[in-house]
């Protein structure tokens, strides 16, 4: 019988995220003793790739498995986001395997924020729905461009939703079953990161990284329906996984290209080319990410401007940031460059 989340306690917290760590980890391990992880789906490197060496992409065969059950368990109101996971992690499993168009990909990705936010629209106006949804459709497709490095997007689900259960327990007004949901894909996320971490022995692949992207859009509108947080606290939390992918696009766009192939032009790979490498830059990223966390839950309970203040002063923030990793690949370039002509 499903526990009720309004019957637990906070106490229940670590044995969630223990459960969750042991039951992912030990599933991505099997797939690998077994050898069952390449043929579910393999990444072959190519001139666009990060890597140089064949890698399975199952790292989803062991996150949305323990994130389905752990929501219906422990979070039953968070069924339709539950359902909907499981949706696109087949239609995922799929592309990883086979290979989909761009439009049917779209489509499922379309079709589950649309059922969830009409099944449980919020008492807002119908334009800022629309707009949520549409900014939900970007975090379930920027995850996926997002995941190139080692240990990058299972660490930004690590502390992303980390960041989530926080928020929902200190709100003014708490969410005990969204904070046990987070705790849980939070721990699954870890227990990924086992493999994942440099050097990686595992993917997320498109059934793990569209998954993540819509449970990180799905449970952010879920705590604002809810009053959890204001609405800027998800995009605070995701702010540089949002920030890269969306410059990005941005200058793609600009320059008339395909935003939806695959490329080697996101910050993140930057920094990995110029030399800061898998680690470094994870590392780099998971400080980038705690500190703006840490901004989140600290503007909690401010007044709206001081919390608009401080959105606005760590997108500046970001910004600088990224100046500075352009520059640095920029000197990157002029001295392959100077080598070439040596």
Not at 58 to 68: D, E, N
Request: with cysteine.
């Amino acid at each position: 019988m499903p526990m009720q989340a309004s019957l637990m306690a906070p106490s229940t917290v670590p044995g969630i995220a223990l459960a969750a760590v042991c039951v992912c980890a030990a599933i991505l391990y099997a797939l690998l003793k077994t050898g069952l992880a390449w043929r579910l789906a393999t990444d072959i490197p190519n001139d666009r790739s990060l890597h140089v060496r064949p890698t399975p992409r199952v790292g989803g065969w062991g996150i949305v498995p323990v994130a389905v059950v752990a929501m219906l368990l422990v979070a039953p109101s968070l069924w339709c986001a539950a359902l909907a996971t499981a949706f696109l992690a087949a239609v995922s499993q799929i592309d990883d395997r086979r290979g989909l168009p761009a439009r049917v990909r779209f489509a499922a990705h379309l079709a589950a924020v649309v059922v969830y936010v009409a099944l449980f629209p919020a008492a807002a106006a119908w334009w800022l729905l629309c707009a949520l949804a549409f900014l939900m459709i970007w975090l379930v497709n920027l995850y996926n461009f997002m995941d190139g490095a080692d240990g990058l997007a299972g660490g930004m689900a690590l502390f992303g939703f980390s960041g989530y259960a926080a928020g929902a327990l200190l709100s003014s007004q708490p969410m005990p079953d969204l904070a046990f949901a987070s705790v849980a894909i939070a721990g699954a996320a870890l227990g990924f990161l086992f493999f994942n971490f440099h050097p990686a022995r595992i993917f997320l692949g498109d059934a793990g990284s569209i998954s993540l992207g819509y449970l990180a859009g799905a449970l952010g509108y879920w705590g604002w329906r809810g009053g959890a947080w204001p609405v800027w606290f998800p995009a605070l939390v995701f702010a540089p996984f949002i920030g890269d992918a969306s410059v990005t696009l941005a200058r793609r766009l600009m320059r008339g290209e395909k935003f939806w192939q695959a490329h080697r032009e996101h910050y993140y790979q930057r920094m990995v080319r110029s030399g800061v490498g898998h680690a470094g830059t994870a590392w780099a990223w998971y400080a980038v990410m705690v500190v703006g966390i840490g901004l989140a839950l600290f503007a909690l309970g401010r007044s709206t401007v001081a919390q608009w203040g401080i959105v606005a002063g760590w997108a500046a923030v970001l910004v600088v940031i990224g100046s500075i990793v352009d520059l640095r690949w920029r000197r990157f370039q002029s001295t392959l460059s100077k080598q070439s002509e040596v």
